[in-house]
Every structure is written in structure tokens, then in C-alpha cells.
């Protein structure tokens, strides 16, 4: 792939076509008067990882796994733009199948992460709160590995975006070894001392393996086929 390097310093520029809004949603207000959102297929997955291994090489295997179906299924990567840790193994796996990835680095990280610049579009941002934004624009769907609390940080700000209305893209916990086990917990208990509607437990979904993710979505008709 060609790459395309881009500073946010110039990404109000037009030929720049990365920074948009990606996620075109058809709302709709139902009789009872509440909106609700079309459903579209999904072209770019974000995916939020640690820019650490982790103890257990099942956590590099699965991100692994996951670089190489999003290729294979012609899908985009959006991810940290990481060369390290979770983030390098997932990349690397997309970019040796010939997958189309979007690499989004804050330039504080550029050296902490090291910027994975071999892909096919790499962008600096100047700073944290639009590598998110910019990952979220380019973007139709979430899914959430293992990692540390940035990866967390990014997690429940879709999560609290969803409940807001802001935005009903599917989010996906990849649940490896039981990973997200406690997250689900302390969850449930916030609902359950009456801090979190109900409804909430709908807001994102729990697989054990990317094979499970993307049946799903097959199932769901968010995607046209699952190879």
C-alpha cells in the first residue's frame, strides 16, 4: 500500500477525506415518538487495545486472528496507529493479509507507541481527544480487546455516547480468558444499586472469539458474508 502520512494540522483540508463523518445513519421516530436508527453495513471496524501483550499469548493470538478476518473480509481497520504490544500484532496481521488499515497516533505517543507508519493511512493528531474523535468518525462499529486503562477510557466513552443517543453503532468485548469477566460484573452491579438503567446490558455485546463477532454480525445482516 501506498502511505498516506497526515498531521492534524492539515486535516481541514479537503483532499484529507479521513476526517469526516463516516457513520451515515437514517433516523426514524416510531409512534411512541423515541428515534431509533437504521441499521447499515458495516465497511470500518474500531478497534480499542492494550499497547501491551499481556501475560497469556492467547491475547496476541486473538488480536492476530482478528488483523487477519477484518482483512480477509475486506473490511477497514481503524485502530491506535501502534507498532507495539496488541496494537503491532493486530495491525501487522491486517496490513500481511492486504487489509486497508487507519493508524490514528496522538503525537505525545509517537515514540512512547511507536507509530506504525508501513500502513496504508497514518494520521498524527495533536493531541488525545481527536485521535478519538478521528477514530470514532472513520468508523461503523467497536470492538474492544484486552488493555489497560486507556483502552478502558476509550470503551466507556462509546459505551456513554450509546446511552446518550450521541451515536448506535454495534460494540463488540472480545472476551479472551474471561478478560472482560470483572468489567460485566461491576457493571451489573451498578445497575443493580440503581445508577444505570436496565437497558444498558444492551449496549454492547460479550463474545468469546472473533468467530463469534462475526457470525454475529453476519446474523445481524451488518456485514454480507463471513469468511
Known amino acids: 500500500f501506498k502511505n498516506n502520512f497526515i498531521h492534524s494540522k492539515n486535516l481541514n483540508s479537503k483532499k484529507n477525506f479521513l476526517y469526516r463523518f463516516n457513520h451515515k445513519m437514517t433516523v426514524t421516530v416510531n409512534r411512541k415518538?423515541?428515534?431509533?436508527?437504521?441499521?447499515?453495513?458495516?465497511?470500518?471496524?474500531c478497534i480499542y487495545c492494550g499497547s501491551r501483550l499481556g501475560v497469556s499469548i492467547e491475547y496476541a493470538h486473538s488480536a492476530k486472528i482478528l488483523g487477519?478476518?477484518?482483512?480477509?473480509?475486506?473490511?477497514?481497520?481503524?485502530?491506535?496507529?501502534?507498532?507495539?504490544?496488541?496494537?503491532?500484532?493486530?495491525?501487522?496481521?491486517?496490513?500481511?493479509?492486504?487489509?486497508?488499515?487507519?493508524?490514528?497516533?496522538?503525537h505525545i505517543l509517537t515514540k512512547k507507541e511507536?507509530?506504525?507508519?508501513?500502513?496504508?493511512?497514518?494520521?498524527?493528531?495533536?493531541?488525545?481527544?481527536?485521535?478519538?474523535?478521528?477514530?470514532?468518525?472513520?468508523?461503523?462499529?467497536?470492538?474492544?480487546l484486552p488493555g489497560g486503562i486507556g483502552t478502558l477510557e476509550e470503551l466507556f466513552e462509546m459505551i456513554t455516547w450509546k446511552q446518550l443517543g450521541l451515536h448506535d453503532k454495534p460494540i463488540y468485548l472480545l472476551n479472551i480468558l474471561g478478560y472482560w469477566d470483572n468489567f460485566i460484573h461491576s457493571f451489573n452491579q451498578i445497575i443493580k444499586d440503581g445508577f444505570l438503567e436496565k437497558e444498558a446490558t444492551n449496549y454492547f455485546k460479550i463474545c468469546e472469539s472473533v468467530d463469534a463477532i462475526f457470525l454475529?454480525?453476519?446474523?445481524?445482516?451488518?456485514?454480507?458474508?463471513?469468511e
Open 33 to 45: 415518538g423515541s428515534k431509533s436508527m437504521s441499521k447499515k453495513r458495516i465497511k470500518s471496524i
Open 114 to 144: 511507536q507509530g506504525k507508519e508501513n500502513i496504508s493511512n497514518y494520521i498524527i493528531t495533536e493531541d488525545m481527544h481527536e485521535r478519538k474523535k478521528v477514530m470514532y468518525m472513520n468508523s461503523d462499529m467497536i470492538i474492544a
Open 216 to 226: 454475529d454480525l453476519k446474523k445481524e445482516g451488518l456485514i454480507e458474508s463471513y
Open 68 to 106: 487477519e478476518t477484518i482483512a480477509r473480509n475486506n473490511l477497514k481497520l481503524v485502530y491506535g496507529g501502534g507498532n507495539i504490544g496488541l496494537m503491532g500484532v493486530l495491525a501487522e496481521s491486517c496490513r500481511k493479509n492486504n487489509g486497508r488499515i487507519l493508524g490514528v497516533m496522538p
